[in-house]
């Protein structure tokens, strides 16, 4: 577990999984039941595909589509329906409404943290369906992957079916970040004003010692969600997949 993110994943009450079915069966099923009595709203995100793009995943990937009959896609990697129809069956009931979230960057452009954190600007289109979901296990996972196959047609046209709407800037969220961000950074701002003020150059070459190695560590962190350095889950030989 990353430490910090790790962490904060737990309090969140992510449900942890190896990604072996026949290992992750009773704990998602246990994580899934626990979510039906969340005294609050609660929403599920759940990344079908289970890893990042990659040419050589999406190699693999391709490989088995053809292998199971199922149409090839060029953009995404072949959906994994598992722990898509799991949910499904478990949360039903409890969930309103499932929402297919697909964001795609334009110009091509490949976002990280980093670059979020060097103030980069990225543009999105985003699209948020609302569908019915058949109750049947396996009508379920074919209505998946006809999902991601509608998911092509923005790669090939430009632009997602039905109507655009560009939602309108919300300055009342801007000042709600600012004013908790002012509220949080005032005791380290005023601890630097003090660094700063009393002249003495030990004080001061430690405290930029200790932020320059807090801000490595963060860049350290972030390197390890990079695509070219994340899990080797979908690279290995093509094999039954769910």
Aim: net charge positive; glycine share 8%.
């Amino acid at each position: 577990m990353v430490p910090l993110i790790g962490w904060t994943w737990y309090f969140l009450e992510i449900v942890f999984c190896k990604r072996k079915w026949e290992e992750d069966r009773d704990t998602v099923l246990q994580g899934l039941h626990d979510l039906r009595d969340y005294p609050e709203y609660m929403w599920f995100l759940l990344y079908c595909e289970g890893t990042r793009f990659t040419e050589t995943k999406h190699k693999i990937s391709m490989e088995v589509a053809d292998k199971k009959g199922l149409a090839r896609l060029k953009y995404h990697l072949l959906p994994r329906t598992r722990g898509f129809t799991t949910a499904v069956q478990c949360l039903r009931g409890t969930v309103s409404a499932v929402y297919d979230v697909t964001l795609n960057f334009r110009g091509n452009k490949n976002p990280s943290l980093l670059g979020i954190l060097y103030g980069k600007k990225y543009e999105a289109d985003m699209r948020f369906p609302l569908e019915e979901i058949p109750e049947d296990e396996k009508e379920a996972a074919n209505w998946l992957h006809k999902l991601y196959q509608e998911k092509e047609r923005y790669f090939q046209e430009g632009t997602f079916p039905g109507p655009q709407i560009i939602p309108h800037r919300r300055p009342w969220t801007l000042l709600n970040f600012l004013f908790w961000a002012t509220l949080l950074l005032s005791p380290l701002i005023s601890f630097a004003i003090g660094i700063f003020s009393s002249g003495s150059p030990l004080l001061i070459l430690s405290f930029l010692g200790f932020m320059w190695t807090a801000s490595f560590a963060v860049r350290r962190l972030i390197g390890v969600t990079q695509i070219e350095r994340g899990s080797s889950y979908g690279n290995s030989e093509v094999k039954k997949m769910d």
